[in-house]
């Protein structure tokens, strides 16, 4: 298949091609997430930032294949490393800086902190930091589309270190029995916090988890978008068809530690540097664009404009002020 302005090449993979102008777009969002992290990470080595700060550095083209093939309406659950699919459903940089840093401008009005924002707004419901726990949320989400009569769907996200979690296996079974619209996306990015998956497992092919209760499921390379989107389309006709639940696991790779207080002693520097070199979703997608005809000088302003982006919410996050003590006893109890 030749390449043309509208269409690129498949770069030597196996899926089907995406327009260019999709890849400039994957290209912006991951671009997005990646600096956006980074400023986070930065923030956080100088004290700004508090308490737990997982980054989703490595893994952004997950969130970015699967986001571009949801619409308005459909919804977004995952666990703690959370501030990618923030940015991908549309949150404003500014507003999740700003609760990252514990300010009254944030999300959640500085009180949910990294691992807890959420927005009704953009359909986002929430990082949440008990492991497994957005799973069982995620069907609930899923549940309400059906009962409203939508074709609406869920997906809910976690890790490899919850594959094996109690109310995961629940949350399969109630999903598969109510044929909900629920597509159940696991990011494997090898590691549970410190422990291998290798280490931790006895099972390691997660995408079949699902099998029992009459789930289909895929194995994806989690570091392409294009892989990533592909299988994301085909999840969620699935879903809006009314068949039911479908499982994705994504092989992926997080570049920094579990969170920003861990050294990740537990893998080696030639490993990651191995990933990056040879498997970066974010370079992947500039190799296709350069291929393609796109000029390496608006790629460049690009990453220019986003750094303009990002470090204006930083400011933004900074100069915002500090929760009133009296948001202390708000969003407790909703007033029926």
Same mark, same amino acid.
């Given at each position: 298949?030749?390449?043309?302005?509208?269409?690129?090449?498949?770069?030597?993979?196996?899926?089907?091609?995406?327009?260019?102008?999709?890849?400039?777009?994957?290209?912006?969002?991951?671009?997005?997430?990646?600096?956006?992290?980074?400023?986070?990470?930065?923030?956080?080595?100088?004290?700004?930032? $508090?308490?737990?700060?997982?980054?989703?550095?490595?893994?952004?083209?997950?969130?970015?294949?699967?986001?571009?093939?949801?619409?308005?309406?459909?919804?977004?659950?995952?666990?703690?490393?959370?501030?990618?699919?923030?940015?991908?459903?549309?949150?404003?940089?500014?507003?999740?800086?700003?609760?990252?840093?514990?300010?009254?401008?944030?999300?959640?009005?500085?009180?949910?902190?990294?691992?807890?924002?959420?927005?009704?707004?953009?359909?986002?419901?929430?990082?949440?930091?008990?492991? $497994?726990?957005?799973?069982?949320?995620?069907?609930?989400?899923?549940?309400?589309?059906?009962?409203?009569?939508?074709?609406?769907?869920?997906?809910?996200?976690?890790?490899? $270190?919850?594959?094996?979690?109690?109310?995961?296996?629940?949350?399969?079974?109630?999903?598969?029995?109510?044929?909900?619209?629920?597509?159940?996306?696991?990011?494997?990015?090898?590691?549970?916090?410190?422990?291998?998956?290798?280490?931790?497992?006895?099972?390691?092919?997660?995408?079949?988890?699902? #099998?029992?209760?009459?789930?289909?499921?895929?194995?994806?390379? $989690?570091?392409?978008?294009?892989?990533?989107?592909?299988?994301?389309? #085909?999840?969620?006709?699935?879903?809006?068809?009314?068949?039911?639940?479908?499982?994705?696991?994504?092989?992926?790779?997080?570049?920094?530690?579990?969170?920003?207080?861990?050294?990740?002693?537990?893998?080696?520097?030639?490993?990651?540097?191995?990933?990056?070199?040879?498997?970066?979703?974010?370079?992947?997608?500039?190799?296709?664009?350069?291929?393609?005809?796109?000029?390496?000088?608006?790629?460049?302003?690009?990453?220019?404009?986003?750094?303009?982006?990002?470090?204006?919410?930083?400011?933004?996050?900074?100069?915002?002020?500090?929760?009133?003590?009296?948001?202390?006893?708000?969003?407790?109890?909703?007033?029926?």
């Amino acid at each position: 298949m030749g390449t043309t302005d509208k269409q690129v090449g498949k770069a030597g993979r196996n899926e089907p091609s995406l327009t260019r102008e999709q890849f400039m777009q994957a290209y912006h969002d991951m671009l997005l997430i990646r600096r956006f992290e980074e400023k986070a990470g930065q923030l956080y080595g100088m004290s700004l930032i $508090g308490g737990f700060c997982h980054l989703y550095i490595g893994q952004e083209a997950v969130v970015t294949g699967i986001q571009m093939c949801l619409r308005e309406g459909d919804k977004i659950i995952t666990s703690y490393r959370d501030h990618g699919q923030m940015l991908a459903a549309g949150m404003d940089a500014r507003g999740v800086m700003a609760e990252l840093t514990g300010r009254a401008t944030g999300y959640s009005h500085g009180k949910g902190g990294s691992m807890h924002m959420f927005s009704r707004e953009k359909n986002f419901y929430g990082g949440h930091g008990i492991v $497994g726990a957005q799973v069982a949320l995620g069907i609930g989400l899923a549940f309400a589309n059906k009962y409203r009569g939508t074709d609406e769907v869920s997906v809910a996200y976690f890790g490899d $270190g919850a594959a094996n979690q109690g109310q995961v296996y629940e949350s399969f079974n109630l999903a598969a029995l109510h044929k909900l619209p629920c597509i159940f996306v696991l990011e494997n990015n090898r590691y549970g916090m410190g422990t291998s998956v290798e280490r931790a497992s006895a099972w390691h092919e997660f995408y079949k988890n699902g #099998e029992p209760w009459g789930i289909p499921g895929r194995q994806v390379d $989690g570091m392409d978008v294009a892989a990533v989107h592909e299988a994301a389309a #085909e999840a969620v006709a699935h879903c809006r068809a009314g068949k039911g639940p479908y499982l994705l696991e994504m092989m992926t790779y997080r570049y920094r530690g579990h969170s920003m207080s861990d050294p990740a002693k537990y893998r080696t520097r030639e490993e990651v540097e191995n990933v990056r070199k040879h498997h970066d979703p974010i370079e992947h997608v500039k190799h296709i664009l350069l291929d393609a005809g796109v000029e390496e000088s608006a790629l460049k302003a690009m990453d220019t404009e986003i750094k303009a982006i990002v470090n204006d919410a930083a400011d933004f996050a900074q100069t915002s002020p500090e929760p009133d003590p009296s948001e202390l006893f708000t969003d407790v109890v909703l007033e029926a």
